[in-house]
Every structure is written in structure tokens, then in C-alpha cells.
């Protein structure tokens, strides 16, 4: 037997690493089931190139608990190593990895984020174990060897009697370690960061259920084989080509991924590129609604079906992070800070591709079937018009398939939208003027008042939207976008005929007194000359105004301070309704209170403004009118 000292310079490195990376114990699993599939394929190459004259087989990966022996098996059937490779990979290799992994990082702890997931390779095996045994056989002609160390310097090789090919790692699992002899938790490890890895994995068997044949007697009692029980799938769809897959196989992966998603996405983005950098994935739109629910199915990062993490933060566009499952690329460095990761050209490409993959695949999907596209439009557009707004490069794109619904649920692009309101909505200035709503009942009366001339009136509902009309207004200066109650519907666009006033100035004067009297300041009073028809008291609410508040209360930034701002409102009253009139001739001055407190408060019930008090005594007094 031989027995040596590993030449690193820290004495001890064991205890270190075990509190370094001490939340991500569970890794270790991950690093040797990986190790072991690196020599399984490493075997299948050197098969192919003619090196290794061996028969591949149907190798696998076996995981075994020994809970009575506190021990874990990871047993694969690779190329394994001779005893000289054990002494150069493992006591130089993994040792030396390790400590220069340590060397760097462990300053850096505190900043975790991803970093944390860089594997430390067969050395993360102390983390858990307080001995650990390699036994393994060379597909070489050379005898086996079986390597002792407890995560000193100190190790033992020596020859061993194994004499099929491969490497079987021992974990002799530390009393602080022991939750990992429990079967479910291996298991979950290995779902969890195993669950597509490219050579079957077995753990434990499976009873199945033998077919009962065809003639079988009354009394027969079903037959039951023991399987080995294979955890994983080693070709999940990603790693296909678009073209052998089906929309079913699409969503069937989907369901594998995400076990406790009970609804279809509503369609995937398949990435796969090979050059500048490497990565495939699969990308799912979920159905997301207006309201941001929190996400816990979140994309999954993979380097080279291994699962790494699931926070993909500065390598996934922040828009995108809604978007559901799998990236696998080796071109991401783990071992960087998430400053660092943002930081890094690499990664900056892998982000850009990844917005114009989704923006061609949207207007591919808005051209190929526009009716479906619409029907989608609500469950994507808070994804879309985040994105039109963090990402320029994205918005340029936007053009093609955005869309502007309207409260009858028409579709129009910006363009379409442009060419329609051509006809009849512009404002005094020749502006195109884009009325909408934010929302159908609550703007119930100015919607029907705006659809009764004619106009068109979208409904734009997204938190977000008052940033996004910003935005679009400024980069088309012939387009506004008023809400329909930010004024009255005959100031916001232009009409050929000016109505002529029923009232003289001097009458206006006097109305405007009598008015004043009675409505509390905080609204100021417009007088307009309109149609008789039209309704006598209107409550708006400036657009400038309330954009600006809404912007700052999503996330503008504080702008302005306009956090603070009071609600302001114009009542405009129509000088030619026969309300106006009557209020202008009443001698009896409670009569004229009455008329004009009545009339505000039907102006602020249909802008939804009688709440509460306001609002009982109001009903109260109504009835008292009808008695
Ligand atoms: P890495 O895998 O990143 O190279 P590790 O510390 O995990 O670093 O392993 C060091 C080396 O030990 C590997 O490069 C490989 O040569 C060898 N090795 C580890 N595990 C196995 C195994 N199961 N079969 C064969 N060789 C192995």
C-alpha cells in the first residue's frame, strides 16, 4: 500500500470548504454524478476515434444509499482511472482545483448570487463526507486501484480487486451530514439537478406490473418484474432538432419540466445556436393575465444538461424573466459575481440573442395567424410592453407586432391604428388623437359618449401603460393619447361646425358665479358651448396631470415628486343644455344649490368619484326627490 501527501500549501482545506459553500451542500451529488458522466462520454469518444477498443455497452450511473453504513455509492461505468491517474487527477487535479477555487472566491462569498453554483468538482465530496474511497478500474489493461482519504493531505493508494470498468465513489457520510442517507432526499437531488442529464441514472428499482396474458386462468394473480429505476431523461427536447419535435412534444416537455403546471403554455421559442457562443433552450410564453402573479416555475439554467440554477438574472433579459423554461449553455461563467455577469460580453451577446429570438418568433407568429395572435394578445402584453420599455433593441422590433386592442376588441397595429384615425380624430393641431380607456366600467359614460361620434377608443389596462404612451409619443410626434375622460371628447378632437353659445358672455359671467358658489375648489370650472345634447356636467381629469401621476406611482422613479400630487379634476359644464339654463334663471337660491350639487354629484357617480358619506347622502336625497 502506498500512502503519500498531497502537496497543497493549506494544511487543511476541508473544514474551510465546508463552511464556504456551506448552503450549497447538496451540490456535491451534482459534481460526482457529473464526474461520472464526463467518463462515460469521455469512453464513447475515445470508442469512436478508435482509441479505447472496449465495448460501450448501455452504461449507466448507478446512486445507492447504505443508510446503516452512513454511506453513499455513486458507481458509473466510464473509463475509470489507473493508479498513476488517480495520483495525477485526483491528488493533483481535484486538490489543486480546489484550493485555487478557494483562493479566489472565498472573498467574494458574501457576494453570492451565482457564484455560489461553480462546483468545486470531486473535492465538493468532503463537503458531506468525512472519508472518502475511489475504486476504480481503467478500461486500460491495467489493475485497479482504490484511493483512501479522509480531506487531509494525507491519502492511501493501493491495488484493488474491482474488475469491471469504471469508478465506484464512496462517501462515508460526516454526522453533520446525515439528513443526505434519507432516500428522499437523494432522490430529490437528483430531480432536482439530474433530471435531464445525458446517461441514465438509476436509483433504487421499480416494481412493474407484469400484462396479464391472454389466456389466463380466473384466479390469476398478476406477475411483477423488478427495474432498475432510471430517474432521468437523457434526451430532453431541448437537445433536438425543432424539426423532430411536435407541438404536443413542446408542451409534453413543458409538463416534465414543470410537474405541477396544470395549464398549456401558449407557445415556445426553441434557441439553439452554435456560434458566437453555444446555447440551446427552450423558451415558453406562460399565460400571465394583467397581474404579475409571483412565479415560482422559473427558467432553468443548465451547462450541458446539468442543472445549474434557476435564477437567470442578467443573462435572460429582465422581460423575459416571466417566460418559463430551459437555457443550457457551457458558455456561462458561474464563477462570476452578478456584477460581473452583467459585466461580460459573453454573456451581453447570449442576453441580445435571446430578445431577438423572441422578437422574430413573434412576428412570425402575428404573421403566420394574426386571429390567434389577438386571441393571445391579453395573457403576453405585460411581457411585450415591459419589454418595449427595457429593451431598445426589442422595441425597434415591436413595431411589427404590437397591438393596440380597442374596447370592442378590434386589433391594430400602430400603423393600422395611424391610417384608421386618419379619417376623423384629430386634434386642433392636425395630432392624431388616440383615445382610450384604461378601464371598460369605470369609464363606462365618456366610452359610449366618444363611440356614439364615431370614435375609436382602445383599451390599454397594463399596469405599466402610462410609461409605454410616453414612450411612444415621443418617438411618433404626430400621435396623442388622451383617456377619454382627460377632457371632454368635443375639445379632445377637432369638428368642422363650432357650436354656437345659447348664452350671451354677460349670462356666462353669471353662471359661472352662481356655479362657483356652490362646487368645492378642487375643481375648476370650464364653461363650453356644446351640442344640447351632450350630458351638462362632465368631471375630467387633465391627462398631463394624471399620467404623470401614474408614472411616478409605477415606478417613475419618484419623478417630479409627484407622488404627493392631489387628485385635480375639471368640471366642465355645457352652457347650452337646458340644466344650465335653469340653473342661470332660478330666483330661489336653494333651489339653485340643489340643481348644482345634484348635477356634481351625477358628474362624479359616472366618473366613479361618490364614495361613501358623499354617496349615502346623495341616494338619501334622491329619494326624497322622487317621493
Ligand atoms: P473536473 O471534473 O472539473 O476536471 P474534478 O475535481 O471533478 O474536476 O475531477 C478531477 C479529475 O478527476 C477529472 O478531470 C477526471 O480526470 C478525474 N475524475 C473524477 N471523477 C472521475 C470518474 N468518475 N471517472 C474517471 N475520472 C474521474
Known sequence: MATGKINVSVENIFPLIKKFLYSDHEI????????GTDATLKLKHLISIGEAKVEYGNPIIEVKVDKEA???HIIDQGLGMTADEVEKYINQVAFSGAEEFLDKYKDSAKDSGIIGHFGLGFYSAFMVAEKVEIITKSYKDEPAAHWTCDGSPEFTLEPADKTSRGTEIILHIAEDSLEFLDDSKISGLLNKYNKFMPIPIKFGTRTETLPKPEDAPEDYVNETVETDNIINNPNPAWTKQPSELSDEDYKNFYRELYPMQFEDPLFHIHLNVDYPFNLTGILYFP?????????????????NQVYVTDN??????????????????PDIPLNVSRSGLQADGAVKKISNYITRKVADKLKALFNENRADFEEKWNDIKIVLEYGMLSEEKFYEKAGAFVLYPTVDDKYFTLDELKEKLKENQTDKDGKLVVLYAGNKDAQHSYIEAAKEKGYEVLLLDSPIISHLIQKIENDN??????????DHIDNLIKKEENTISKLSDDEKAALKTSLEAYIPKAYSVQLEAMDSQAAPFIITQPEFMRRMKEMSQTGGGGMFGMGNMPEMYNLVVNTNSDLASSILNT???????????QALDLAKLSQNLLKGEALTAFVKRSFEMIK
Open 28 to 35: 456535491f451529488l451534482r459534481e460526482l454524478v457529473s464526474n
Open 70 to 72: 452512513k454511506k453513499i
Open 287 to 303: 399565460k400571465l393575465g394583467s397581474d404579475m402573479q409571483i412565479q415560482k416555475d422559473k427558467i432553468q439554467l443548465y451547462q
Open 312 to 329: 437567470v438574472e442578467g443573462i435572460v433579459p429582465e422581460f423575459l424573466t416571466m417566460l418559463k423554461g430551459v437555457i443550457d449553455s
Open 477 to 486: 410626434k404626430d400621435v396623442t393619447f388622451v383617456r377619454v375622460d382627460s
Open 587 to 597: 330666483e330661489d337660491k336653494t333651489h339653485q344649490e340643489h340643481l348644482v350639487k
